[in-house]
């Protein structure tokens, strides 16, 4: 449905970034999350980023409170959810002063003049009236009495005062839409169907200031231009948006179909790793079992005990739940089950920054237990990728009888983008066999790959005990013998190791040999493509590896290394995968580093791509 | 097809006591109470009729933890304290399995205390053995938290300041649905008590006081010495009143402020005792806070109620969502939903 045709004249753009922010209770949330779809729809590439309050009710108006959701889109591909906004729509003061900095320069500022009263100027720490001091000079200014014009358009339903100014972000929305020739038709009807069966009067106010907003965009005498962002040269095939959560727990679900397995997860809430564990335990119909443990530990233990029994195991957690399942994860390692342990994670150390993003957690993964622990590492690259991540890391599981971490990151989490449907009859399936034989049958034998049978409780003829302690090698019974234990150490390091003959050869973007190599991982996937394709389109000579195997690394990584003058790290941390990669290559690789509880931005790393080749000359 | 073995299970009713028997030698020093629950455990699981390869032993870390070592089950030697949660992973994901955790009183309420209490509340059915001897015998004799109080060990040279647990007030507290007490030598009763866990369906905890030998000799002696055995035991019976001593001479009955006496059957009256309900959760608690050496040691079933277990429960609810579910499994999931084509 489109409300009317464009009176006003419009402008064309390529990408554009739109920052919704307002307090916690406003529903930024939902406004970007429906901005998202609508826009999806019409056929843009998108990528999002919520930035979600550190406090779960910090109090109305204050800073603490502000709550952010960010859409980028566009015409052409789009990598991350855009640097600076060029639009920022903010519903008080404090959602303007925390997110203000962000904005373009000349960007597009739209403020709900309501909000601006003394009392929440001074909740927001503000002196004077940004609306009356100058201050806000730089941008385009749309000061629009939100809450008015919401209460105005649905005052005759009678909605008490509480429940009415609730409704302004579906003003908000409208205009937005408005501006940027959305077809309102998505959010008219996702209103109908989730307020319409509990309450039709608040599904009409909702409507009504949706509407509201859409026209005050074509009647008010404020608004004289709207844009337009055409569709995007997008592959071809069946999308929907996805979250890294969502697409994590689709990827365990679809393992467990390729796999046969059935699926276990044991897991405790934590910020941002929660949504799995929602998204799973909604989701029962398909055969998963998701137990809520006590803690952390009990978590990981019954996930154990699935694999044990026969199933494929998974424990969700973040930083600080991984260092309570260390123990935990050495025990599957000797009892060598294959275990997925899902490490979502967020800025630390102790309890951190749950809301914000980073990536210190790999060295944690890879070194954080006792004795030589070797465990296989598997990070998500962007919030579509950790389906395929984790089909990757059941993969090597089920194969290698193996704990293994999947790492991803609470920008992963809880953003969104455009992703293709794949079609899972196009996916590998994961091989399975267990043990049923009894004859020869000895718990530690190993196939070529080195894993050990799977026989599970229920086989006749293969009662066998595991444990924690030291196994002799073949029979598994309890070892004290010093070379026999030396023997398993390497056993299962090699195991591990032999994982990357498994690999695929490293794919390289750009230029496979040259000047600067840009290695990353994880989260700031999008960023430093998007970078490395700009610092290309000026002549340079760049490469860009992703790594999604952090441990054991590809084999054919060394020399990859070997073939560009310089090598440039860019990570949410103090330089964890440089250090690795120094210690092993011996390569003197240059650490660019941010740990803000913010996902890189592409322009610091494009300056940093540049400052190197620089440097380099 | 399902990738799952399709096995004809083993003839359950051919078991015997040899079956269950490891060829590992067995570690506990001699003269250690482990090996009368070992003997007694292999005498109660023939009895049962589960074919053996559906027995699973999972046990924490301890002497009493490496009990699976020596029973021809599957079975798993795991982490401190962590068995009851392992063995919720076993039995939640295969209900049919018959699930046991053999742990002690320092693997169970001290490391593993969070979990126990959690996986009694749930009901998951399991039969939990916990070896209480009071000490910790592994690591070579320091208080447990049933230690009692004052009592000196290497950690403890000027006597223990802590408070102990009282294991079956606790576990009934937990909410746990069956909760009993028997005594490593007692081997009969030990059997009987051991059944009767099995049977029941949910989780069962089984306090066994297990003499250690090398680290806190003699602790139970009061109870297992024939001379003293009579005055200080109080066997438990469901629907009798509660009698102790040579030929039932006392008796456990309420004073007037509600609290336990001990009274002299022929003259207080056999009608005026308490009578033992292990439905009744008021009088399970009462009992449980009999305590030695005011009162007789009370061994036997505290108590059994029926509630449904977590497994089962689990088992229903993903059963029933998936009668419900679309068909087309996970693609038909990942194909709903808001979704565009681009062409
Ligand atoms: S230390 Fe005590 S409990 Fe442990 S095996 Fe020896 S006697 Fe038994």
């Excluded at chain 1, 005062?161 to 408005?178: E, P, S």
């Excluded at chain 1, 608040?202 to 055409?230: C, D």
């Excluded at chain 2, 401190?80 to 392992?86: E, M, S």
């Excluded at chain 2, 009071?134 to 447990?144: A, D, F, N, P, V």
Aim: with cysteine.
């Amino acid at each position: 449905m489109q409300l009317d045709a464009p009176a006003k004249p419009s402008e064309i753009h390529e990408t554009v970034a739109i920052r919704f922010a307002g307090d916690s209770g406003d529903g930024m949330q939902l406004t970007g999350s429906q901005f998202t779809d609508t826009t999806a729809l019409s056929g843009n590439d998108l990528s999002t980023f919520p930035d979600f309050p550190a406090e779960i009710r910090a109090p109305a108006g204050s800073l603490a409170g502000v709550s952010g959701f960010q859409v980028n889109f566009s015409s052409s591909q789009v990598y991350t959810p855009g640097d600076e906004p060029d639009v920022l729509v903010a519903m008080n003061p404090a959602a303007l002063r925390a997110n203000l900095a962000d904005l373009k320069h000349g960007g597009i500022l739209i403020l709900n003049t309501e909000q601006f009263g003394p009392k929440n100027l001074e909740r927001a720490g503000y002196k004077s009236n940004p609306l009356e001091d100058g201050s806000l000079s730089p941008y385009q200014v749309f000061p629009v009495d939100i809450t008015g014009i919401t209460l105005r358009a649905i005052t005759d339903l009678g909605l008490n005062q509480r429940v009415a100014v609730r409704t302004k972000n579906f003003f908000a929305l409208g205009l937005v839409y408005w501006m940027f020739n959305r077809d309102i038709q998505h959010t008219v009807d996702w209103i109908a169907s989730t307020f319409g069966p509990k309450d039709q009067t608040i599904a009409e106010a909702n409507l009504r200031a949706l509407k509201a907003g859409y026209h005050y965009g074509e009647t008010a005498e404020v608004f004289t231009t709207r844009y337009t962002v055409a569709k995007a040269a997008i592959a071809p095939g069946r999308y929907k948006t996805i979250t890294g959560n969502e697409a994590a727990a689709l990827g365990f679900l679809a393992a467990a179909e390729l796999s046969g397995l059935e699926l276990f997860l044991g897991s405790y809430p934590i910020t941002p790793a929660s949504d799995i564990l929602h998204f799973l335990a909604k989701h029962k119909g398909l055969g998963v079992k998701t137990f809520q443990a006590e803690d952390e530990i009990a978590a990981i233990s019954s996930a154990i005990g699935a694999a044990y029994a026969g199933g494929l195991a998974l424990t969700t957690t973040s930083g600080p739940g991984v260092a309570l399942k260390s123990e935990a994860m050495n025990l599957a390692l000797m009892l060598e089950l294959p275990l997925i342990i899902a490490n979502i994670q967020r800025g630390g150390p102790s309890t951190g920054l749950p809301t914000k993003t980073e990536q210190s957690d790999l060295l944690q993964v890879m070194f954080g237990r006792n004795g030589e622990s070797p465990i296989p590492i598997i990070a998500a690259a962007s919030p579509g990728d950790s389906f395929f991540a984790v089909l990757e890391a059941c993969r090597i599981a089920v194969q290698f009888m193996t704990p293994v971490i999947f790492l991803s990151d609470g920008y992963l989490a809880n953003s969104s983008e455009p992703w293709r449907i794949p079609n899972l009859s196009d996916q590998p399936k994961i091989p399975v066999t267990f043990r049923t034989d009894p004859v020869g049958f000895q718990p530690y034998l190993r196939d070529e790959n080195l894993a050990r049978p799977w026989a599970i409780p229920g086989t006749p003829g293969l009662e066998h005990r595991v444990g924690g302690l030291e196994k002799q090698d073949g029979s598994g019974n309890v070892s004290y013998d010093a070379l026999n234990h030396e023997k398993m150490v390497k056993l299962r390091a090699e195991k591990v190791r032999r994982i990357a003959d498994s690999l695929p050869p490293t794919f390289i973007h750009g230029d496979p040999e040259g000047d600067l190599l840009v290695i990353a991982w994880g989260g700031p996937f999008g960023a430093v493509r998007a970078a490395v394709d700009k610092v290309r389109a000026m002549g340079k000579s760049v490469g860009h590896v992703h790594l999604r195997h952090l441990n054991p690394f590809p084999n054919d990584l060394g020399d990859i290394l070997s073939r560009y003058k310089c090598v440039l790290v860019p990570e949410l941390n103090l330089g964890q995968l440089s250090l690795l990669l120094r210690a092993r290559y011996v390569v003197d690789c240059v650490s660019y580093n941010k740990v803000q509880g913010k996902p890189f931005k592409e322009s610091e790393i494009t300056r940093a791509v540049l400052t190197q080749l620089e440097a380099i000359k | 097809m399902s990738i799952y073995p399709k096995v004809t299970h083993t003839d359950a009713s051919k078991l015997g006591r040899k079956d269950f028997q490891t060829d590992q030698d067995v570690r506990w020093c001699p003269g250690c109470g482990d090996y009368a629950i070992l003997a007694a455990v292999h005498k109660a699981l023939p009895e049962l009729g589960i074919p053996r390869e559906n027995f699973v032993f999972v046990s924490g870390i301890g002497c009493s933890s490496r009990f699976p070592y020596y029973t021809q089950t599957f079975g798993m030697h795991s982490i401190h304290g962590r068995a009851p949660a392992i063995a919720t992973g076993i039995k939640t994901l295969r209900p049919e399995l018959s699930v046991w955790v053999v742990t002690g009183d320092g693997d169970a309420l001290s490391i593993g205390g969070n979990h126990l209490i959690h996986t009694l509340r749930r009901n998951v059915d399991l039969k939990i053995l916990m070896f209480n001897n009071r000490i910790y015998g592994l690591t070579k004799g320091q208080y447990s938290p049933t230690s009692e109080q004052g009592k000196k060990t290497k950690s403890s040279p000027l006597g223990s300041v802590d408070y102990p647990f009282n294991p079956i007030s606790l576990a009934l507290g937990a909410e746990a649905s069956f909760v009993a007490r028997s005594v490593d030598v007692d081997s009969k009763h030990l059997g009987e008590t051991l059944s009767r866990a099995a049977a029941h369906k949910g989780s069962a905890f089984v306090e066994i006081y297990q003499n250690c030998n090398i680290f806190n000799d003699g602790a139970f002696d009061y109870l297992t010495d024939r001379a003293t055995k009579i005055d200080h035991e109080l066997r438990l019976e469901h629907g009798k009143p509660m009698r102790f001593g040579p030929g039932g001479a006392k008796g456990i009955a309420l004073d007037t402020r509600m609290q336990p006496m001990v009274v002299d059957v022929a003259t207080f009256g056999e009608d005026r005792l308490l009578i033992h309900d292990e439905t009744n959760d008021a009088l399970s608690f009462f009992v449980s806070r009999l305590v030695h050496p005011n009162f007789p040691t009370p061994v036997g079933v505290f108590r059994a109620v029926e509630r449904p277990s977590f497994d089962e429960l689990m088992q229903a609810q993903v059963d029933k969502a998936k009668a419900k579910v679309k068909p087309g499994g996970v693609q038909a999931l990942l194909d709903g939903g808001e979704t565009w084509t681009v062409t």
